[in-house]
């Protein structure tokens, strides 16, 4: 009987992804949706006598497409609007092919590059005396009385 009255009812802590529903679809679906037939509808029927039927059906399924996917689309919980800028990194600024390099390969590269880095500064303070010496000289040549 003591057990009966310390029952507590298991909830999720995390209800992530959980959506309220209007009619079976969420706010943002039904949003793009709308907006898809208000750009969609006016357009099929302006569209239409101008340059016909089949022409623009396919002009409204490649206008309205887009359009319905931007709310339908959810992937690892991410809306299109905010998987594209995700892709358009991963496909265009870090696809780059991947080469395999030993460690001694490594070594060998850090090597030529702190070498490198070495007669830079080596030629960099050597050219900084050259020109601490040339005007020295031109100043010497100004300076002496004729």
């Known amino acids: ?9 298991r909830t999720h802590k995390n209800l992530y992804g959980v959506a309220e529903k209007f009619y079976g679809f969420t706010a943002r679906q039904w949003i793009f949706l709308i907006l898809a037939f208000v750009i969609c509808i006016p357009g099929y029927l302006w569209l239409k006598p101008v340059i016909g039927e089949e022409l623009t059906s396919w002009l409204v399924i490649l206008t309205g497409g887009p359009i319905i996917l931007m709310g339908f689309v ?3 919980g991410l809306s299109l609007p905010k998987l594209i800028p995700f892709l358009v990194r991963h496909f265009i600024d870090f696809n780059k092919p991947l080469t395999y390099k030993t460690q001694k390969q490594l070594d060998q590269e850090a090597w030529e590059r702190s070498r490198e880095g070495r007669k830079a500064k080596k030629q960099k303070a050597n050219e900084a005396r050259r020109q601490e010496k040339l005007q020295k000289g031109a100043r010497s040549l100004t300076a002496a009385p004729d």
């Open 74 to 76: 959810d992937i690892q």
């Open 1 to 9: 009987m003591n057990d009966m009255i310390n029952t507590k009812v």
